[in-house]
């Protein structure tokens, strides 16, 4: 059974930057697609990034694009989500997830069947 953990969530300035890291154990995620979401509080959760088994294909949410660079090493086991130019809404928790028989990302969060336990993006004015 996999296990994720994301790590890398902070307060920051608007137009400041993080990067998240989303770090799997037990078994292997390379062969699996993984996404990352955000809720913010009292809002649904909502899709931000995916990207495919080997890191050729990627997907962003409009608001994103351009700013967030989803990646991952799966030598490392693990994921990234780099955030430039953040604005006071990108605050929520993160969540990375993946799909461990899919090798194709997925933009619905239902269709992932593994999720690590969040970290917290604040972004101040």
């Known amino acids: 059974q996999v296990q994720l953990a994301e790590s890398g969530g902070g307060l920051v300035q608007a137009g400041g930057s993080l990067r998240l890291s989303c770090a799997a154990s037990?078994?292997?995620?390379?062969?699996?697609?993984m996404g990352w979401f955000r809720q913010a509080p009292g809002k649904e959760r909502e899709f931000v990034a995916a990207?495919?088994?080997?890191?050729?294909?990627?997907y962003y949410t409009t608001s994103v694009k351009g700013r967030f660079t989803i990646s991952r090493d799966n030598a490392k086991n693990t994921g990234y989500l780099q955030m430039n130019s953040l604005k006071p809404e990108d605050t929520a928790v993160y969540y990375c997830a993946v799909r461990m028989r899919y090798s194709a990302y997925a933009l619905n969060k239902n269709e992932y069947d593994t999720w690590g336990q969040g970290t917290q993006v604040t972004v101040s004015s």
């Open positions: 990207i495919n088994w080997s890191g050729t294909n990627t």
């Open positions: 037990g078994r292997t995620i390379s062969s699996a697609a």
